[in-house]
Nanobody, 121 residues
Framework: QLQLVESGGGLVQPGGSLRLSCTAS????????IGWLRRAPGKAREEVLC????????RFEDSVKGRFTASRGNAKNTVYLQMNSLKPEDTATYYC??????????????WGQGTQVTVFS
């Protein structure tokens, strides 16, 4: 059973950066595409981007293009979300989710518990 744990959230000022980690236990992440999603208060959950299992970063949400990206760790059980030039509207709970397909889609097989990111001025 794959378990995912997000970490790295916190408080940051506008223009700052954070790197979130999605760490797996019970299995490595090599065979999974990993989605990063977020839910802001009062808003629907949205997908921020997808790290495909072949290593491509795709499906960028329009507002994060040029600011967010993802990468895989050398240990093969971690995927990172690098967030730069953060804005107050990036404030949300961020989740990683895994699916055993070539690309992310509307459904995922496994979810983390989320980590809070708050961008304040």
């Amino acid at each position: 059973q794959l378990q995912l744990v997000e970490s790295g959230g916190g408080l940051v000022q506008p223009g700052g950066s954070l790197r979130l980690s999605c760490t797996a236990s019970g299995h490595t992440l090599e065979n999974y595409s990993i989605g990063w999603l977020r839910r802001a208060p009062g808003k629907a959950r949205e997908e921020v981007l997808c790290m495909t299992r072949s290593g491509e970063v795709t499906r960028f949400e329009d507002s994060v293009k040029g600011r967010f990206t993802a990468s895989r760790g050398n240990a093969k059980n971690t995927v990172y979300l690098q967030m730069n030039s953060l804005k107050p509207e990036d404030t949300a709970t961020y989740y990683c989710a895994a699916v055993s397909r070539e690309q992310c889609g509307d459904e995922f097989d496994y979810w983390g518990q989320g980590t809070q990111v708050t961008v304040f001025s």
